[in-house]
């Protein structure tokens, strides 16, 4: 069975970093797709930021050149850096490996 916790939310002013972690059991990140998600408040689910198996990585362009997508293989982890924040990053933010989904974690971007 496919579990994935992530970590490492919270409250930053704008301009501001955090670094989400997705820790996956039952699975193997280096052989998957796995993607970063956001949900805002009010708003659909949306994909932010993903890596192939093959290391290809995606951004969403709101979030090009600010965003960093890694995996750490050996932890079976995969990161999200986040810098320079703005309140519209506000929202809860998943990982998703196939088609299994962690529970969130939110980030607010707010002075």
């Known amino acids: 069975q496919v579990r994935l916790v992530e970590s490492g939310g919270g409250l930053v002013q704008p301009g501001g970093s955090l670094r989400l972690s997705c820790a996956a059991s039952?699975?193997?990140?280096?052989?998957?797709?796995m993607g970063w998600y956001r949900q805002a408040p009010g708003k659909q689910r949306e994909l932010v930021a993903s890596?192939?198996?093959?290391?290809?990585?995606y951004y969403t362009d709101s979030v090009k050149g600010r965003f960093i997508i890694s995996r750490d293989n050996a932890k079976n982890t995969a990161y999200l850096q986040m810098n320079n924040l703005q309140p519209e990053d506000t929202g809860v933010y998943y990982c998703s490996v196939a088609s299994s989904w962690g529970e969130g974690t939110l980030v607010t971007v707010s002075s």
């Open positions: 039952g699975i193997i990140f280096s052989k998957n797709f």
């Open positions: 890596i192939h198996s093959f290391g290809i990585t």
